[in-house]
């Protein structure tokens, strides 16, 4: 009896280990993904935090509701220096159809909308524009400017974690 137990130990154990190296092909795999759809939010949209387009699409794709209209977001837009904070307030409004909040001597301009792709598409495409983040607010209201311009960037460079392309 002791020698069948110590078989199917064995069979069983040969079962674990294949799952295992499975398991971790698998999430090899999905991290190959992640960095794919990483590498294409960079290249789409070079100037905004890759978690704000992130979380858009997960945003959009929870609630259909948000297929055309966009989820609820305040978003920050930084600018060079020099700018004129007229021209990118009537470039903000033109895009969004809301107008902005100016800050940072019109360096910084936040603004509470409903965001798509497409208007980040046009916001990241401004010349004068710098960085994008933002942060989902659903039914809340904005509650101003929470970031400063680098953040984003500092987030995926000074987070202590070892970066590396597989």
Not at 45 to 50: A, L, M, Q, S
């Amino acid at each position: 009896m002791c020698m069948a137990s110590n078989d199917s130990r064995g069979d069983h154990s040969q079962g674990d280990k294949s799952e295992t190296s499975k398991d971790l092909l698998e999430l090899k795999n999905l991290r190959v993904q992640k960095d794919k759809i990483e590498e294409a939010y960079r290249q789409i949209f070079p100037k905004v935090d890759p978690f704000l387009v992130h979380e858009l699409y997960l945003r959009m794709q929870e609630d259909p509701t948000y297929k055309d209209v966009g989820p609820m977001f305040t978003v920050e837009v930084f600018t060079k220096e020099g700018t004129d904070p007229e021209a990118s307030k009537r470039h903000i409004v033109n895009t969004t159809g809301m107008v902005p909040a100016i800050y940072d001597k019109g360096t910084h301009y936040v603004t509470h909308m409903r965001l798509t792709p497409e208007i980040l598409k046009k916001l990241n495409d401004f010349d004068h524009v710098l960085e994008i983040m933002g942060d989902y607010t659903g039914t809340d209201a904005s509650i101003g400017p929470q970031h400063d311009l680098g953040d984003w960037r500092k987030r995926y460079q000074d987070d202590g974690r070892q970066k590396s392309i597989s």
